[in-house]
């Protein structure tokens, strides 16, 4: 890395995309497109790519079912909906996540319990968790963040003990995998997404729940179709041309990955070298895929408040950051279907501190050297 750089001599925003996209998925979009002019094919529901793409994702991950929907966000409300979560139910939920994991608990009319979080891996604590399990209790929704993958064991023994089922909001973890089980291959059901900003998309949104229960799959597949048999569905399909975007994507998902890998380790070589930086947390025997930066300023090293920090890096170097996720339990319509709730005291410290560096597996060698070097000069002169 060089030793120095130029302030704003680049300029690196936050990254409002994650995948990277080359001709072949500009190939066969064309390709459907010419088709369904020329040869009148279908693009909806009835087209094969749609099963592929379901099957491929599935294989993937190690799971027996793949259902295509039309976003991360829809994935978790189809989970919500298949569990038969409703008033008077209670889900335990991690308390760092983003709103989209808690949202279709409170449109079921049921309420949403925090779970405090760990500081070092900044996913659920399980000592909270079992805590907070009561007769109530209809499902326990986790969160591997930023992409580092949850450890399934414990988590599968709660769920067997007390009769619980788990959803996992695996948005973050596209390819992520604790030892050699990959995030959406063990819970009762993971929803994933391929939002803009996902390390793979398909055309800027979509979302993908996986599953090892026909009957979860088969009832996630009526509800996303207009279901009327059970309980009233909806159009939450995804289109043929950006599953076959999809398949070109997975094709990818391991190399971008390992991209980010490099980076986010590289970054951490040097930033964790200064005091009261806390850098994201990378254990032995697990396959992170650094979705996202997510970096700390100790709040009883820095006196200066994160936001300071951000706006320097931002105003003097051009580094864009971000700040993911405030506390849910804060927002105003979430708040108000809750009742009253344990305080989250790691998620409240988190909240002050946390911030994310930009990430981008199309970075250059250079870019992220200017990265380290700006915020190694923002802390140097606090």
């Excluded at 309980?231 to 041309?241: F, H, K, M, P, T």
């Amino acid at each position: 890395m060089r030793e120095s750089y130029s302030p704003k001599q680049f300029q690196i925003p936050w990254p409002y995309t994650g995948a990277i996209f080359g001709p072949e998925e500009e190939e066969v979009v064309s390709r459907m497109i010419r088709d369904a002019a020329t040869k009148r094919r279908p693009l909806d529901r009835r087209s094969p790519e749609i099963v592929e793409f379901e099957n491929q994702f599935a294989t993937y991950i190690g799971a027996e079912y793949g259902v295509a929907l039309s976003s991360g966000g829809t994935a978790l409300e189809v989970a919500t909906r298949i569990l038969g979560i409703g008033p008077g139910d209670e889900v335990l939920i991690s308390a760092l996540t983003f709103k989209a994991t808690v949202l279709p608990i409170v449109l079921a009319g049921a309420i949403p319990v925090p779970i405090d979080i760990e500081y070092q891996t900044l996913n659920l604590d399980l000592d909270s968790l079992e805590s907070r399990i009561t007769a109530k209790t209809k499902a326990i929704y986790v969160v591997d963040y930023a992409g580092l993958p949850l450890d399934p064991e414990p988590l599968l023994r709660i769920s067997r003990e007390h009769g619980i089922p788990i959803v996992e909001d695996a948005a973050h973890a596209l390819g992520a995998a604790h030892g050699n089980v990959k995030c959406g291959a063990w819970a009762d059901l993971s929803c994933f997404s391929f939002q803009s900003q996902k390390n793979m998309s398909t055309l800027g949104e979509g979302g993908l729940l996986t599953t090892n229960s026909r009957q979860h799959a088969d009832r996630a597949r009526a509800v996303r179709n207009y279901d009327h048999d059970v309980q009233a569905g909806g159009n939450y399909r995804l289109s043929a041309v950006q599953c076959a975007v999809g398949i070109e994507q997975l094709k990818r998902l391991d190399t971008v990955n390992a991209q980010r890998r490099a980076i986010g380790r590289r970054m951490s070589a040097e930033l964790r070298k200064i005091p009261g930086f806390v850098t994201p947390y990378e254990p032995e025997g697990v396959t992170h895929c650094y979705h996202m930066y997510p970096c700390r300023l100790d709040g009883s090293v820095f006196s200066t408040v994160r936001d300071t920090v951000r706006k320097r890096l931002w105003d003097e170097y051009s580094v864009g950051t971000s700040f993911q996720y405030e506390p849910w339990y804060e927002f105003p319509v979430i708040r108000s279907a809750m009742g009253e709730f344990q305080p989250c005291s790691v998620m409240d410290r988190v909240a002050r501190e946390l911030f994310g560096l930009p990430i981008f597996p199309g970075y250059s060698d250079d870019e992220v050297g200017y990265v380290i070097w700006s915020v190694k000069e923002v802390l140097a002169s606090l």
